[in-house]
């Protein structure tokens, strides 16, 4: 053999007696963990048989209930989650689980749906209209409003009713003309029939109004000892509704009312929360066309919290919040009454009910707003009232304010029309006084003007005039709600934009313009343009004193074309009717302006002992005080030298 062959020999020797080793060493291994393995099925066998065989000796009830399938195929109850919730709702355990199905009540007007978890209002639907999709209009749901009664219970557990399951006691109503019907809801205490707390939810025909009175009966013992108040926390979500989800967001807030009439609201731009001081009448969720408001009869006391702030999601306007003190004094049965208002954002409509809810509609300030309530609003209801085409209302209620502004229009006209017949001689203090001082050509320039019977600023007198008016009327057609969906021409919602053609998101182009094109707010645009050139031609030559506003007059109605492609289509064809009937006045005003007897009317003026003015004497006295100062600095520079 040779020395080859007895190495391959012993190698394998080597490597079958590893084999074997290795075969042996898993073979006990494996017996032992398969021993193991028996002794642990044994073992489990035995503790589940002792197991079965103890649960078969129960007898007690709670102890079936956690182990034991009932007749109906429900889940096992489990006796650790029974104890769980005894621990977390106290005297209001039996109340943790329930059924939810909404109890309905309604009218002409409203579908009111109260849902057994929180015996709340869960949804309300108003009937007859419409979102700008055409979908019933639903001021909120289920899944995206709370409300709720806080408070801490006599163990001092933090109780919510909001998330606490109610009985209703009555069934689901509707009721029409002058009927009226409610529905309790009660949470029950230790299932306790003289100790709970009650919505009690009534509505009468042809309303929006719905009564919620909160009932305290028999909580002696159930509450803390040293509770107060109850905090009625109340919050929402409210969805998307018009066209313009910007437009909504830039108008929605929380409003507010103290027992002094003072009406206030957050901010509607940002996020804010605030701590009320004093007693409060009434919160208001106020939406750009509609409102919840809630109303007590009493004034919520002070300490009352509300808030805003614009949720992420694409699908909702603003997000809601109040919390509202109710007081408690411990008594065997308490009532504090309010009212929920679930309706349109109407002027007439809010203010019939004599609480200030008109209020928080934005009419704008001060004089605006008393034009909007004194004027608008008068003029627009007596036309609306016997036309139904809004678009003509609007045209007509444009002739008024024309004709009402006509003798002013027409004074400004004739001073015009004396600045061009003057152009001559104005022409020529400019040239006498063209490196002279400029103070010296502006005091020769208003002799001239006072000899004349000339007022150069009589021709701003208008503009002065039709801004007030202009700015109210931007508040008024945002919140006129009968222009809503009211449709004119290819404007099918006169109440937003207009748009013939959508041409999508461009970034730099949003945020100015927007994303589509407004042919209202364009004609508005390229009647403006037109009107100031048309002006620009009868201004005074002492207009050329500023030459940049000569170029800015124009820049500004383009800039003005930015804001209203997005703004109420209303306000543009009322701008754009205005300035075609201001372009027919200064036609037929200019046929009937002679310029030659302004002119005799002019000299004849000069040989008259001048007459100065109250505001041309402050004009004057401005002048020369301006002269003076600019003298003594003169006299101190020599001074100096």
Request: contains cysteine; aromatic residues 12%.
């Amino acid at each position: 053999m040779d020395r080859k062959s007895l190495i391959a020999i012993v190698l394998m020797a080597v490597i079958f007696f590893i084999w074997s080793s290795y075969l042996n060493s898993s073979k006990e291994k494996e017996a032992a963990l398969q021993k193991k393995y028996d002794d642990s099925v044994a073992l489990v066998e035995k503790k589940r048989k002792r197991s079965t065989d103890s649960i078969a000796k129960l007898k007690t009830d709670s102890v079936q209930k956690a182990i034991v399938l009932d007749s109906a195929g429900k889940a096992k109850l489990d006796s650790m989650k029974l104890v769980e919730e005894k621990g977390r709702y106290g005297f209001f355990s039996a109340a943790a689980k329930g059924d939810n199905t909404p109890v309905v009540i309604e009218n002409e007007k409203l579908k009111i749906s109260i849902f057994p978890r929180g015996g709340r209002i869960g949804q309300v639907e108003l009937k007859g209209v419409k979102t700008y999709s055409g979908k019933p209009l639903i001021l909120f749901t289920g899944d995206s409003t709370h409300f709720g009664l806080q408070f801490f219970d006599a163990k001092r557990r933090l109780m919510n009713t909001d998330s606490l399951y109610f009985k209703a006691e009555g069934k689901a109503f509707a009721v029409t003309g002058n009927d009226s019907n409610a529905i309790r809801m009660r949470l029950y205490a230790d299932d306790a029939t003289d100790k709970y707390i009650e919505y009690v939810y009534s509505l009468r025909g042809g309303s929006y109004m719905s009564g919620c009175t909160i009932n305290f009966v028999g909580l002696t013992g159930v509450v803390d000892r040293d509770l107060h108040s109850f905090d009625l926390q109340w919050s929402m979500n409210t969805p998307v509704q018009e066209k313009s989800l910007k437009n909504e967001r830039m108008v929605a807030t929380v409003h507010y009312r103290f027992d002094d009439e003072t009406v206030e609201a957050l901010s509607k731009t940002e996020a804010e929360n605030k701590q009320l001081t004093g007693s409060v009448k009434w919160v208001s969720f106020s939406q750009q066309y509609f409102t919840s408001t809630l109303i007590p009869k009493t004034a919520f006391t002070n300490g009352s919290i509300v808030d805003v702030r614009t949720p992420s999601d694409p699908f909702s306007v603003k997000h809601f919040g109040a919390l509202l003190p109710v007081p408690y004094t411990h008594g065997a049965s308490e009532s504090f009454a309010t009212q929920f208002y679930f309706g349109p954002s109407d002027y007439h409509q809010l203010k019939s009910y004599n609480l200030d809810l008109e209020k928080q509609l934005d009419l704008g300030w001060g004089p605006f707003a008393w034009i909007n309530k004194y004027a608008i609003f008068p003029i627009f209801d007596f036309l609306s009232s016997f036309i139904g085409n809004y678009g003509i209302v609007i045209l007509l209620i444009t002739i008024i304010v024309k004709i009402v502004l006509f003798p002013i229009a027409y004074k400004s006209f004739l001073s015009s029309a004396k600045m061009r017949v003057l152009k001559p001689e104005i022409d020529e203090i400019n040239e006498k006084f063209k490196d002279g001082d400029p103070l010296e050509k502006n005091k020769a320039t208003m002799g001239l003007y006072r000899k004349a019977g000339v007022n150069p600023m009589a021709g701003c007198i208008p503009l002065l005039l039709q801004i007030p008016i202009l700015f109210a009327l931007i508040r008024f057609f945002p919140s006129a709600y009968d222009l809503r969906q009211a449709s004119f021409l290819w404007a099918e919602d006169l109440s937003t934009y207009d748009s013939i053609w959508t041409f999508g998101h461009v970034p730099v182009i949003d945020s100015i313009y927007g994303d589509h094109v407004s042919l209202f707010a364009l004609l508005m645009t390229i009647s403006t343009l037109l009107y100031t050139w048309m002006n620009q031609q009868m201004l005074s030559p002492g207009s050329t004193q500023l030459p940049g506003m000569k170029y800015l007059i124009y820049i500004m109605p383009i800039f003005f074309l930015g804001f209203l492609n997005s703004y109420s289509s209303a306000l543009s064809y009322y701008y754009f009717l205005s300035n075609m009937i201001t372009f027919g006045q200064m036609f037929i005003m200019r046929r009937f302006v002679d310029e030659g007897a302004i002119r005799a009317k002019i000299e004849e003026n000069k040989k008259k002992p001048a007459k100065t003015s109250s505001f041309m004497q402050r004009l004057e006295q401005a002048q020369r005080e301006r002269m003076k100062q600019v003298q003594d600095q003169k006299n101190g520079g020599k001074k100096k030298k």
